[in-house]
């Protein structure tokens, strides 16, 4: 994230609010230091993350991709999505997501993790599952698991409190979903079908995030 200039007196500001479990100091500190690419900025983010922080995984999960440790950072953003970031959920389902799912090496380790998650009830992880197994050739077992997925494709929040981004992110998402079911069953290959369709749904990219921070961020500096 992009981070405008600080004076010494402010930084040593941040960093004792940090100290004293300021969950938006522990961030600003993460995302600092994920910008200079720093390692030490997971600490700060996984400490802000168990502080209650909704995006600090995500930003974790950014890093890592950046950093090649696709195993690591496809458990963030599953976290991230999970835990109501909706940045993540709507990022789960981009096809960059799969590119660097499949990028991992021991597959027995992506497995065991995904199949950790899918015990969690709306999991975002039983789509991936689903992904995986159309990749692996077990066309039969992917569709069903997306049948699954579309049953309950998030946690619903209590009724008062579903609001129209929630409703409109479940309209986008089963749409894509059964849209690639739709191809499948028209013998249109998932590696055909699942980049056409995320394109036209309009799926979130690390690399839009980033674009639209340092964009705000360079017009409230021109203020």
């Given at each position: 994230?992009?981070?405008?200039?600080?004076?010494?007196?402010?930084?040593?500001?941040?960093?004792?609010?940090a100290s004293n479990g300021?969950?938006?100091?522990?961030?600003?500190?993460?995302?600092?230091?994920?910008?200079?690419?720093?390692d030490n900025c997971l600490l700060w983010l996984s400490m802000a993350?168990?502080?209650?922080?909704?995006?600090?995984?995500y930003e974790m999960a950014g890093y890592l991709m950046s950093e090649g440790n696709y195993n690591e950072a496809l458990r963030c953003l599953i976290v991230s999505a999970d835990g109501g970031c909706d940045l993540a959920y709507m990022s789960i389902f981009g096809f960059e997501v799969l590119i660097n799912m499949f990028k991992i090496k021991q597959v027995n380790l992506l497995e065991?993790?995904?199949?950790?998650?899918?015990t969690i009830h709306s999991s975002s992880s039983r789509y991936l599952r689903g992904m995986l197994m159309f990749f692996q050739g077990k066309e039969a077992e992917g569709v069903a698991l997306l049948q699954d997925f579309l049953k309950s494709p998030k946690k619903q929040p209590p009724k008062n409190n579903i609001d129209t981004v929630y409703v409109n992110?479940?309209?986008?998402?089963?749409?894509?979903?059964?849209?690639?079911?739709?191809d499948i069953a028209s013998d249109i290959r998932p590696l055909e079908s699942i980049p056409a369709r995320g394109r036209q749904a309009g799926f979130i990219k690390f690399e839009d995030y980033y674009e639209i921070v340092t964009a705000v961020e360079n017009m409230r500096l021109s203020k």
């Open positions: 994230m992009a981070q405008h200039k600080r004076s010494m007196a402010e930084l040593q500001e941040i960093l004792k609010a300021h969950v938006g100091a522990m961030y600003w500190i993460g995302t600092a230091l994920s910008g200079r690419r720093d993350h168990n502080q209650g922080h909704v995006g600090a995984c065991n993790m995904l199949d950790e998650f899918a992110q479940m309209k986008v998402v089963t749409s894509f979903i059964k849209g690639v079911l739709a």
